[in-house]
């Protein structure tokens, strides 16, 4: 099994690049494919509070056998329960995990029109520093929103969890994120599977005996962010992480540089969405 590279974040402590995704993951289906997802390798595995599985996924650590400060484990906030009910829903959701930390924990939406995120985000600072949550971070923030938190807090996230994928590469948000020395990590890394059927994805496939899928998980992993593909199927689920006895040629990272779309987005819009 080949060692995973991590990423350093900015309070020091370091994130496996390739995790296993959550979202989608029956509550039922969660205790096996997060035991199958550890034994393949995997030592992130991220979840959320709206995916509705926290139990499930809490199972699958404890009972993997694999150490529980080998394991990276991220849940998120849902929007609802932005504001002075925070540091409840985050118990809830530990208690749900039936853990005693979480390594990473994220503002899940900015949800900028209810203007709760900051007051959320004290609230994080606080259970960071009461030692239940190991680095805190956000998802789907623009530059823009990053920009209020710092300013009203003076605390940077440490990851910036957002979409991206080969039709839509985020080279501002990347940017913007590297510039305030946060890491940058893909949701829906595969573009949700529309992505593998690509010809310049296939043909550089080929040429390396890779899947679609393993040559879009290795350009993530090329230009320096966290990926969580997520799969129901074991096998998958195993062909996923096997991505680290090959590499993309500058060229073929060009190739693939070149399929950004400017309608590339597939979920929600950040500005909008709550
Ligand atoms: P499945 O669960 O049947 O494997 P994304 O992470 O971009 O949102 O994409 C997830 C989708 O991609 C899921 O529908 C998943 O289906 C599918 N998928 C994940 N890994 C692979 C793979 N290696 N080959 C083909 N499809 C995959």
């Known amino acids: 099994m080949a060692s995973i ?7 020091g402590r370091s994130i496996p690049q390739i995790g296993y995704g959550c979202w989608q993951i029956p509550e039922d289906k969660a ?3 997060v035991g199958d997802a550890l034994k393949a390798g995997y030592r992130l595995i991220d979840t959320a509070a709206a995916y509705g599985n926290e139990a499930g996924v809490g199972k699958g650590i404890r009972d993997s056998g694999v150490p529980r400060a080998e394991i990276f484990l991220t ?9 002075p009910d925070a540091a409840k829903a985050f118990e809830e959701s530990l208690a749900k995990l039936g853990l005693d930390y979480v390594d990473l924990y994220l503002i899940h939406w900015p949800c900028p029109q ?8 004290k609230a994080m600072i606080a259970l960071l520093d009461a030692g239940k949550i190991k680095s805190i971070g956000v998802s ?18 440490a990851v910036n969890q957002i979409e991206l994928h080969p039709y839509f590469q985020r080279q501002d948000a990347r940017a913007a994120d590297k510039a305030r020395g946060i890491v940058t990590e893909a949701w829906s890394p595969l573009g949700r599977g529309e992505e593998l059927k690509d010809p310049v994805i296939a043909e550089i496939a080929k040429a ?6 393993q040559v879009i998980l290795r350009w993530h992993i090329q230009i320096g962010v966290v990926v ?3 799969s129901a199927n074991p096998q998958r689920i195993v062909e996923n992480i096997s991505i680290f006895d090959f590499t993309l040629s ?5 190739r693939i540089g070149m399929l950004d779309k400017p309608s590339g987005r597939i979920g929600p819009d950040p500005a909008t969405f709550c």
């Open 31 to 33: 205790p096996g494919l």
């Open 140 to 157: 789907n923030f623009t530059d823009e929103h990053l920009a209020t938190l710092v300013g009203e807090t003076g605390v940077t996230p």
């Open 228 to 230: 969580i593909p997520k």
């Open 208 to 213: 390396h005996g890779k899947s679609p899928a």
């Open 75 to 83: 849940t998120k906030l849902w929007n609802d329960r932005q504001g």
């Open 250 to 254: 500058p060229e073929e990272m060009a």
């Open 5 to 11: 590279p991590t990423l350093t974040m900015n309070d």
């Open 114 to 121: 209810r203007r709760l995120f900051v007051e959320t985000w």
